[in-house]
């Protein structure tokens, strides 16, 4: 009874942060869907999708940091292991009012703002990997290495004034992003199930039979 009780008391903390971090990185996956879809579209049209998808992304970008925002703080800024939403809720918001803002003159900034976007994004999960490297977590190479790809490729969108090599290192970006979420929600859910299943293993001591 005392060791059921014991798993239980750790075993529930665990299965929650684990579904706040998850949630993080499921809306990670998102971001890199959207960005995977707008490259693939400049791809196609060029020339015609700087001011449309400019708008586009400013909506959807304000609309996403003021929900971030809104969530750290039902959080209170609690499980801070993954919680980036201040951050990235603020970020969002202003690069949002800036494509808007700008308008019809959004073509000759726009590079630059989704440079500065995948930038800040390759920033974040080098910030994960990080702290998986000092949990234990083997996968942080991988989400390093991930990071250090979308980082050069923001760089160079942010130099670079051609739409469609603009489109193909988004889709690139994009497609990289997914991956690395995906691995690491696996690798999380694989550590998890390690925990909980050790926990619920655990032979009792004397004193707790």
């Known amino acids: ?13 665990v299965k929650h942060i684990s579904g706040e971090i998850k949630k993080s990185a499921w809306s990670a996956v998102a971001e890199s869907f959207i960005i995977l879809i707008i490259g693939i579209m400049f791809v196609i049209w060029p020339e015609k999708m700087a001011q449309v998808v400019a708008y586009i992304v400013g909506i959807a970008l304000v609309v996403k940091g003021g929900f971030e925002v ?3 703080y039902m ?3 609690q499980n801070d292991f993954f919680n980036n939403h201040l951050l990235s809720g603020i970020v969002s918001i202003l690069i949002g009012v800036v494509a808007l803002v700008m308008g019809p ?3 000759n900034v726009f590079r630059v703002i989704l440079g500065i976007f995948l930038i800040y994004e390759a920033l974040v999960r080098l910030n994960t990997a990080s702290k998986l490297y ?3 977590i ?3 190479r991988a989400i390093a290495v991930l990071a250090l790809t ?3 490729l923001g760089i ?3 130099f670079n004034d051609i739409a469609t090599v603009i489109g193909w290192a988004m889709v690139i970006a994009g497609i990289v992003g997914i991956v690395g979420d995906v691995m690491f929600i696996g690798q999380l859910n694989n550590f998890v199930n390690k925990v909980t299943g050790a926990l619920s293993n655990e032979k009792p001591t004397s004193s707790e039979k």
């Open 1 to 13: 009874m005392a060791k059921n009780l014991k798993a239980e008391v750790i075993k529930n903390p």
């Open 70 to 72: 809104f969530n750290y």
């Open 75 to 77: 959080d209170k800024g």
């Open 105 to 107: 003159n959004i073509a």
């Open 134 to 136: 000092h949990a234990g």
């Open 138 to 140: 083997g996968i942080w």
């Open 150 to 152: 979308i980082l050069v």
């Open 156 to 158: 160079f969108v942010t």
